[in-house]
């Protein structure tokens, strides 16, 4: 009997060797600045308003607090996704308004969004996100990163 | 191992481990917490969910129930067995919050794999020699199966990690596979499984007959209701009509479960009023969760719950807590292990129980919120009391499970602990 278990149990160390032989995902910093990439999807060019539109902010904010709360912090704190302060410094508006509408898609071919991915282990989910409240959620998050 | 019920306590510590897990969890979200990485954290409270309290005590239960030796001790390979799922569990605890899945704890978490086919193996080569009813057996070596399989999940997901190609498609199927033989199968036929066992023989003969279709439905819709979840993200035909036929099925066995719950009624005067209590709201989340799960057929329910994290966190809980977790800590008062006799445990059993619904009315209420794009800054805050309340109810259980351990009990008291448990049959 306890031979049995011990070959098991030796055969499972074989079995991670083999598997863990393919190297750790890469270290990256959640802030790897990609202003020039503008992501896949509709947006080409999106045109930002200054100042800000105050109505599309509390727009934003309350899409915010409908659908993005469980998951991003307003500071740079990471909770399930990356917190969102300093997110349109390193971010396109083109990039973030494609992955909000367009998440799946971006996910799976965006360089930049896999590596979060790889960073957060955890696979934003599509929120159905229509185009105005993407560009609602985008003035929020100008406005949190003090732009004007 | 002298003690049977040895193993229960373990658990129960466990189940207390989770709730601080769960409260520092919620704490992240309301405070500044830089130091602890949110999914890290969020990945070892499920599997220590999973692992340290819901496995290790349905296992210890399943072996003291269907495959103690003649002694009534456990039979030798099993503390082994235990062991190895206890320290792995542990092992987790104490790598997966800082590191995420590394090197080692990818280690660990095999050997805890290993440690279940070990399980199910001894447990499937025990139960053909034991004494019980077809429909135990069919539900409790189905419910080893679903673990076994389940195992598919975690390894899908190493190599996705491992080789950095984390398809949408893949992930999500891993994972919800992985959850979905857990829930609806190993947890849920293993419920069955020790329940029947217990009430099977007082009920007459047509509502036996009633419980082992019930459990013959319940069995066959496993398999193609995996399919609800893969669904409506691509609808290929084949998929479509296995799930189909999985909500039917599904469906079926809600309808099936209404004639044994009829049956079951009866035994309701016999038991005391809290096992009551407990018992009527585990098998009220049973019926939610399955009812809900059927609903998930219609490609817009699918979209809108897949997408919905309070949702899936409300359906989640809906099951482990609602359903699992109160069921276990019925059974270990019907079987004395919780001295309900003591006001105090009734009291620790009550202040839990009332955490886990208000933890749920939050979650469900900010789900369907969401739902309608509405938000309010209240709900971190207000989830944040629900996990320090179910923290509190799970050391207050913890308390009363320690006050009642044999060890520290007089002797009449350890006396009956022994009989009832020990007994096939309700004791009152």
Known sequence: MRSKILSVIA???????????????????????????KGIGQFKDVNLTHPLDEGMVSKGEG?????????????????????????????????????????NVMLDSDLVAQQLMVICVARMPNQNVSNENARNVLEFMRKNDGKN | MKNKNFWISLSLLNLFIVTVLGVILRSKAVFDLPAIDYNHLLNAHSHFAFGGWVTLALMALMVNAFASSKG???????????????????????????????????????????????????????????KLSKTVIL???????????????????????????????????????????????????????LLFQKIESKLPSS???????????????????????????????????????GSI?????????????????????????????????????????????????????GNLVFGDRPVIMAFLHLVFLGFVTIFLLAYFAQTGVLNT????????????????????????????DAMFIQGSDLFPWLLWGAGIWLFAGAALIGI?????????????????????????????
């Open chain 2, 207 to 245: 509502a036996q007959k009633n419980v082992y279709r019930f459990s013959l439905l319940l069995v066959s819709s496993i398999l193609p209701s995996m399919f609800l979840s893969y669904h409506w993200q691509d609808p290929g035909i084949l998929i479509h009509i296995i799930a189909y036929s």
């Open chain 2, 139 to 193: 539900l409790s070596v189905a419910s080893v199966i679903c673990l076994v399989l389940s195992s598919v999940g975690p390894f899908t997901l190493a190599y996705l990690f491992a080789t950095k190609s984390l398809n949408a498609v893949l992930y999500r199927d891993a994972l919800f596979s992985y959850l979905h033989l857990q829930y609806n199968g190993f947890f849920t036929l293993a419920v069955f499984a």
């Open chain 2, 400 to 428: 009363a499970r320690i006050k009642n351990a044999p060890g520290l009990a007089n002797e009449t008291q350890k006396g009956k602990i022994k009989d009832s448990y020990s007994s096939p049959a309700l004791d009152v």
């Open chain 1, 11 to 37: 055969l499972s160390t074989l079995f991670l060797i083999v598997k863990c032989g393919n190297g750790s995902p890469p270290d990256t910093a959640v802030n790897t600045s990609t202003k020039e990439d």
């Open chain 1, 63 to 103: 899409i915010y607090k409908a659908q993005c709360f469980a998951c991003h912090k307003l500071t740079t704190e990471k909770l399930v996704g990356p917190g969102w302060k300093g997110v349109t410094d390193r971010r396109a508006p083109e990039w973030i308004m494609n992955f909000v509408t367009n998440t």
């Open chain 2, 72 to 130: 009534g001790g456990l039979r030798k390979p099993y503390p082994f067995v235990f062991w190895s799922i206890f320290i792995t569990t542990w092992g987790l605890l104490f790598t997966v919050p800082f590191s995420g899945y590394n090197t080692l704890s990818n280690y660990i978490s095999t050997l805890f794999i290993f440690a279940t086919y070990i399980f199910s193996w001894l447990f499937i080569r025990d139960i053909r020699k034991a």
């Open chain 2, 341 to 368: 006799e003591k006001t105090f445990t009734r009291f620790a059993l009550v202040v839990f129980t009332l955490g886990i619904l208000v933890n749920e009315a939050l979650l469900w209420t900010q789900g369907i």
């Open chain 2, 249 to 301: 099925l599904v469906m079926l066995s809600f309808i099936w479960f209404l004639f044994v719950l009829r049956a079951m009624m009866q035994l309701y005067r016999s038991i005391s009023p809290i096992i009551r209590f407990l018992g009527v709201l585990s098998i009220s989340a049973f019926m939610l969760k399955t009812f809900l799960q059927s609903f998930t057929i219609f490609n817009f329910v």
